[in-house]
């Protein structure tokens, strides 16, 4: 347990050191480090792979998340794709048996969106909001006859259209949070809170290792302007790295911070 834990606590700092420390900038070495490596060879293979055989496509999808958070780490945000042990706990955080709307933000390669699309009632509405070319390409192709916009998370009601369509009973975010400014992050709950039903459910993913950041308290403290509920979920250990989940309810479309 103990090797397991200094494992995941070394994937965690490969994370924030980079984005914390090192910059912007500088992440053109650890691009540089893959092609010597032919990782972007892999990428490119893994992507024609297709479906011949699920080591492969396992290996093309990891290697996918990976190439496209060295590219883009202030919008990718995380280092592999979600694990089915975590995917299990979005689903039953949300009560999909509720669901008639359902709206993920940031689905990536698409991992937990399948988990939501087999566990919502097929006749229930399901869109997904992907700001990374790459991914929402990719999601377009997995996902035939699915609603995935790209674009950013503040327009969401752009694409929910929820006077026409109606709000949402749910919405998962797989948003970098502790990577946006403050204002980023008031203005986009801001958007998911007026696109959500008032008994509707919003869970947002948060790695255990920032929870103790100030970007992770201040991420707690935003949540707590915008919702009445605010819970965390058991930590799934087996995601690299640990992971749990806020879960929200009982939006407030005037944040606690501005009643007077």
């Not at 590219?71 to 990718?76: A, D, R």
């Amino acid at each position: 347990m103990r090797v397991i834990l200094a494992y995941h606590l070394a994937l965690a700092l490969c994370m924030t050191v980079p984005l914390y420390f090192i910059g912007r900038p500088k992440l053109k070495c650890f691009e540089r480090l893959i092609f010597s490596c032919k990782i972007k060879q892999y990428y490119q293979i893994s992507q024609k792979a297709g479906n011949h055989g699920a080591d492969r496509a396992e290996l093309g999808k990891f290697i996918s998340f990976f190439w496209r958070f060295i590219h883009n780490p202030l919008k990718i945000g995380a280092l592999r794709p979600s694990s089915a042990q975590l995917c299990r706990a979005t689903v039953k955080a949300i009560e999909p048996e509720k669901c008639r709307c359902v709206v993920e933000l940031g689905p990536g390669t698409g991992v937990i969106t399948q988990y939501l699309l087999n566990s919502i009632d097929p006749q229930s509405r399901f869109l997904a909001v992907e700001i990374d070319p790459v991914f929402h390409e990719n999601l377009q192709k997995r996902f035939p006859g699915t609603a995935i916009h790209r674009g950013d998370a503040e327009d969401l009601g752009k694409w929910l259209q929820p006077q026409k369509s109606g709000l949402a009973d749910a919405v998962v975010s797989g948003l970098p949070w502790t990577l946006f400014t403050e204002s980023q992050c008031r203005s986009i709950l801001a958007e998911i809170a007026s696109c959500m039903q008032p008994d509707g459910i919003f869970v947002t993913l948060c790695y255990w290792h920032a929870q103790w950041l100030p970007s992770g308290l201040r991420l707690k403290k935003l949540l707590k302007d915008y919702f009445d509920a605010v819970e965390m979920t058991d930590t799934v250990w087996t995601n690299v790295p640990p992971i749990f989940l806020f879960r929200c309810s009982g939006r407030r479309l005037t944040p606690k911070k501005e009643k007077r």
